[in-house]
């Protein structure tokens, strides 16, 4: 009994171990600056199979669902922003390489990569999806579009998740005309900046690999609650 007991911890250490090894090869975005200043010293830089670009198009979309920082740059975003394949159009920069991922972050005011600029300005609108720090459940919801922002968080927080409208003074705010989410045709945005302890939450799993295999009844609810308003402001 005492050796069973005691095999049962060996593997949980085990388990726990390589959880937090899988978890660490994704780490959040720091205040460090950016590798690259722009996506063409990107891709002079890094080779293709690290990194995927993809667009769906939905003809007839006025919105444009997208992430700069999608796969393991900022875990978890790209699995919302592909929630939305079959309603809207949506976009994705992922980073796929094994480790270090953060080297191939490029803040939005400087993300130019050609077909994301080439489909943002065919779409009236945009709704970006992106990951910070934060210990605690928590949305910031930003953008150039506040009128509809504030009913994001207010269908979030009907819901029960915690939601806030990010602080024009914040640098989550997402308001810079630099900004690649206010270049589409009305320059209308919103961004929605999720913890890394909520887009935990999303799923059972949160390794890269199985995360589209493991979403919960919490990511159900939480996309359920923007689709309410996308699907009333921008069908």
């Not at 819901?159 to 045709?185: D, M, P, T, V, Y």
Request: overall charge neutral; cysteine-free.
């Amino acid at each position: 009994m005492r050796r069973f007991i005691l095999n049962v911890i060996l593997v949980l250490a085990i388990v726990l171990f390589l959880r937090y090894v899988h978890y660490s090869l994704e780490p959040e975005p720091s205040n460090q600056p950016d590798t690259y200043s722009n996506f063409s010293s990107l891709a002079e830089n890094e080779s293709p199979a690290d990194y995927d670009i993809s667009y769906s198009e939905k003809k007839g979309s006025k919105v444009l669902i997208m992430s700069p920082h999608g796969g393991r740059i900022e875990g978890g975003v790209s699995e919302l922003v592909r929630y939305f394949n079959n309603e809207f159009s949506t976009y994705l920069f992922e980073g796929l390489k094994s480790h270090d991922n953060q080297t191939l972050h490029i803040t939005s005011t400087n993300f130019d990569e050609p077909l994301a600029e080439k489909k943002i300005k065919e779409h009236q609108y945009v709704v970006a999806f992106h990951g910070y720090k934060g210990e605690n459940k928590n949305t910031l919801v930003g953008g150039t579009d506040r009128k509809r922002a504030k009913m994001i968080v207010r269908a979030l927080e009907r819901r029960g998740f915690s939601a806030e409208l990010a602080s024009s003074k914040s640098g989550l705010a997402g308001l810079s005309a630099e900004n690649i989410n206010n270049q589409g045709e009305t320059g209308l945005s919103i961004q929605l900046e999720i913890s890394r302890e909520q887009r935990e939450a999303f799923f059972d799993d949160f390794y890269y690999k199985n995360r589209k295999y493991t979403k919960n009844s919490e990511f159900y609810a939480y996309v359920s609650a923007i689709k309410s308003v996308l699907e009333k402001e921008y069908s």
